[in-house]
């Protein structure tokens, strides 16, 4: 009997005489990521496709629960577990993994210093190593899906969110978020691209309708995302709360149907913006996905989609067009073959996140001003004073939908702002991240006495300034989403604080965490002057290590800082003062020449320029040479470390003219490290859209037949050679 059973077991386990049940045809990872989800998407019944199109905020707020399965964070959206389609675990966002209002006790994650902080570094790869870092960190957290790649335009210094974005050029936005997003999908989850498309103000941000001509608009914001969306494959575009053109982004067919899916053959998902869903028609003009369902009026893209399908006026095949879209997406970037797994959370190496955070800090610190050669500063001083902008506490960080919170959070590193009538009231905190720079510089320098003072009474400060062989001024501007500044000032007169410190020491130093531009009514006071921006995880270590020269500055400036805002197209922002919600428009008259690129217009100075940025040491460019096929140029040309240390160089390459015609627009760039003495050659082709103009009646790029003329140097208002090079007239299509 025992041998019968035995034999019968074996027949039994080894399959014999049983057919083995066939793999299903999707999980063939030989196919293309399209035809996989094609095979596998006419599998969904009608239910199982309309749960896929709509999710859930999962955060506690009325009387809403969060689901059982959900991870508390920003979305969720219910899978198909019969055929092993996972829900998607969405978190915020451009700037490290949040943990809204903390409500995950104890879940802290990596910061990485602004979103500008990162532009300001001209470096592809670090934007890759960062976006790997987060991207990481997401997914070992249970996220399939990170709510990342800000893209937007800061077409306004005052913009409240200017700081998760990358600057106010369309090649160094599209380059950097392309690859911060290339570097968050190779952990095998989607990041989105947003907010598509521009958003460039918080004021009325869910009624501002943004008026701007079709040329322009491709010629600029358009472009940016173009650009990010090739270099990135985002597997989701999340559009904006604003309006273009008399239509909301999220419910556009301008910019959902022509653009991105007809002209740019964008194969993914749109997902909308939080509460940015005002009615079913939306699945006509391309959107794809409800997010964050609660906030809308209705749960539109459920019950009265089933409806519309039912009557015909949307056609089955649309739904069937919407989930093929998300599995596509989750194909092609790996979330089926891998799926997450949240057990994996105690495997992070924050440490080693932490490095990459602070190295994007350090190479995006901007070096302003420095008079006299006052930095590095010296470590044989005897006393340095350290002032303002709770400098013991940490470095500052951003509001909003994008705040995240370290692991070991410190007391006193939070303060509640309270108050606001918008709807980010309940987000209105102000959150200092990683060691403080009154650490870090004391380490820094173990020698030297640091004193610190909080500079809340400016006179007293002034005092004890002028005992004291350097004074170090941090100086703050908290911006949020949500909430746009009233002006550049530095808020809570920090402005006349550095003004009296400065005339009671010359030796006075300025280290700005803002979210953008800001005017300086003391910069004839102060030496020396950075910018550091919102620092991340390890801010207070990058600042320390660039004041005192363990590393020389690299950062150069993604965004244009004017004298005042009469320099800016719109000195008052659109509706700002109306009431909530009150419809109103905004112009954009300067078109495409956002920036540099209108200061070039108008021959006006500007503060510091676009792509501004000082070394300790010095960079000589030489040998030029432009080359053409006819259709497109390559610049070439060598940077020389003249100086006495080694540095970072990002030698910038403008496009000047055409034919007789001036402009200036940024067409190449690169970084590069050099020892002294050494020399690197820079060899950069350019991407013929950005030497031409937008034919919107006939739906083309046209570059004309004509003499293009550029400018190699050190920023836009700073070019050491120039060429050029003759093409042929050429219409690309998008």
Do not use: C
């Given at each position: 009997?025992?041998?019968?059973?035995?034999?019968?077991?074996?027949?039994?386990?080894?399959?014999?005489?049983?057919?083995?049940?066939?793999?299903?045809?999707?999980?063939?990872?030989?196919?293309?990521?399209?035809?996989?989800?094609?095979?596998?998407?006419?599998?969904?019944?009608?239910?199982?496709?309309?749960?896929?199109?709509?999710?859930?905020?999962?955060?506690?707020?009325?009387?809403f629960k969060i689901p059982a399965e959900a991870i508390p964070a920003a979305g969720y959206v219910p899978g198909v577990p019969r055929l092993g389609i996972p829900a998607l675990t969405e978190s915020d966002a451009s700037l490290g993994v949040t943990n809204p209002m903390r409500i995950r006790p104890g879940d802290g994650s990596t910061a990485l210093p602004s979103g500008l902080a990162l532009a300001s570094s001209f470096n592809v790869g670090l934007a890759y190593a960062s976006g790997a870092m987060i991207g990481s960190e997401a997914r070992a957290k249970g996220f399939n899906v990170l709510l990342a790649g800000g893209?937007?335009?800061?077409?306004?210094?005052?913009?409240?969110?200017?700081?998760?974005?990358?600057?106010?050029?369309s090649l160094l936005t599209g380059t950097l978020a392309g690859a911060s997003i290339r570097g968050i999908q190779s952990n095998h989850i989607v990041s989105t691209i947003k907010h598509f498309a521009l958003n460039d103000q918080e004021t009325q941000r869910h009624s501002v309708n943004a008026k701007i001509d079709e040329a322009a608009f491709r010629e600029s914001d358009l472009l940016a995302f173009e650009l990010a969306i090739e270099g990135g494959r985002p597997g989701s575009v999340m559009c904006a709360y604003n309006l273009v053109e008399g239509a909301h982004a999220c419910g556009s067919d301008f910019l959902l149907n022509k653009v991105l899916k007809r002209d740019w053959h964008y194969p993914g998902w749109v997902m909308s913006d939080w509460g940015a869903v005002y009615g079913v028609d939306y699945v006509a003009a391309g959107l794809d996905q409800q997010s964050g369902e609660q906030l809308d009026k209705q749960v539109w893209f459920d019950k009265p989609l089933r409806k519309a399908i039912e009557k015909g006026s949307i056609p089955a095949a649309r739904l069937t067009d919407m989930t093929d879209r998300i599995l596509t997406s989750l194909f092609a970037n790996g979330v089926m073959d891998d799926p997450v797994d949240r057990k994996h959370g105690d495997s992070i190496d924050y440490a080693k996140n932490a490095a990459v955070a602070q190295s994007a800090e350090e190479e995006g610190i901007v070096l302003l001003q420095n008079r006299d050669r006052t930095l590095p500063l010296a470590r044989n001083a005897k006393h340095i004073l350290v002032v303002g902008g709770h400098a013991d506490a940490g470095v500052l960080s951003g509001g909003g939908s994008s705040q995240v919170f370290e692991r070991n959070t410190k007391p006193g590193s939070v303060i509640e702002l309270g108050g606001g009538a918008n709807e980010m009231a309940s987000w209105r905190r102000m959150v200092f991240h990683g060691t403080s720079p009154v650490e870090?510089?004391?380490?820094?320098?173990?020698?030297?006495?640091?004193?610190?003072?909080?500079?809340?009474?400016?006179?007293?400060?002034?005092?004890?300034?002028?005992?004291?062989?350097?004074?170090?001024?941090?100086?703050?501007?908290?911006?949020?989403?949500?909430?746009?500044?009233?002006?550049?000032?530095?808020?809570?007169?920090?402005?006349?604080?550095?003004?009296?410190?400065?005339k009671a020491n010359p030796k006075t130093v300025v280290v700005l965490e803002t979210g953008g531009a800001v005017a300086m009514p003391w910069l004839s006071r102060t030496p020396a002057v950075l910018e550091a921006w919102y620092g991340g995880s390890r801010g207070g270590e990058a600042i320390a290590n660039v004041l005192f020269g363990t590393v020389n500055p690299s950062g150069r400036l993604p965004v244009t800082f004017p004298r005042s805002i009469d320099q800016y197209p719109r000195p008052k922002i659109a509706g700002a003062g109306e009431p909530e919600g009150t419809p109103v428009d905004a112009a954009h008259p300067e078109g495409a020449d956002v920036g540099y690129r209108r200061f070039a217009q108008t021959g006006e100075t500007p503060l510091f320029p676009f792509g501004h940025g000082l070394s300790y040491t010095q960079f000589k460019y030489s040998n030029l040479e432009v080359t053409s096929n006819g259709a497109t140029m390559r610049v070439s040309f060598d940077v020389t470390n003249v100086g006495d240390r080694?540095?970072?160089?990002?030698?910038?390459?403008?496009?000047?003219?055409?034919?007789?015609?001036?402009?200036?627009?940024?067409?190449?760039?690169?970084?590069?490290?050099?020892?002294?003495?050494?020399?690197?050659?820079?060899?950069?082709?350019?991407?013929?859209?950005?030497?031409?103009?937008?034919?919107?009646?006939?739906?083309?790029?046209?570059?004309?037949?004509?003499?293009?003329?550029?400018?190699?140097?050190?920023?836009?208002?700073?070019?050491a050679l120039d060429g050029s090079a003759k093409l042929r007239q050429q219409r690309i299509r998008p």
């Open positions: 009997m025992k041998s019968r059973v035995f034999v019968l077991l074996t027949v039994l386990t080894s399959g014999a005489g049983f057919a083995a049940a066939p793999k299903a045809a999707w999980t063939d990872a030989s196919l293309a990521p399209a035809r996989r989800a094609a095979l596998l998407n006419a599998q969904l019944t009608t239910d199982e496709r309309l749960r896929m199109v709509h999710g859930v905020m999962a955060l506690p707020f009325g009387n893209s937007n335009l800061a077409r306004d210094p005052r913009t409240g969110r200017n700081f998760e974005y990358l600057g106010e050029d870090a510089i004391t380490k820094a320098a173990p020698g030297v006495e640091i004193l610190f003072d909080d500079g809340r009474y400016p006179a007293a400060a002034a005092e004890k300034a002028e005992a004291a062989d350097a004074v170090i001024v941090f100086a703050t501007q908290w911006m949020a989403e949500g909430e746009d500044a009233p002006d550049l000032t530095l808020p809570n007169g920090q402005d006349d604080l550095i003004e009296q410190v400065a080694a540095g970072r160089d990002a030698p910038q390459v403008y496009l000047t003219g055409i034919g007789t015609r001036r402009l200036k627009r940024l067409v190449g760039f690169s970084k590069l490290s050099l020892a002294p003495g050494a020399t690197g050659r820079v060899s950069t082709g350019i991407d013929p859209r950005l030497l031409a103009h937008f034919d919107a009646q006939g739906g083309a790029w046209v570059v004309d037949a004509a003499t293009y003329h550029v400018g190699v140097g050190g920023s836009s208002a700073s070019l």
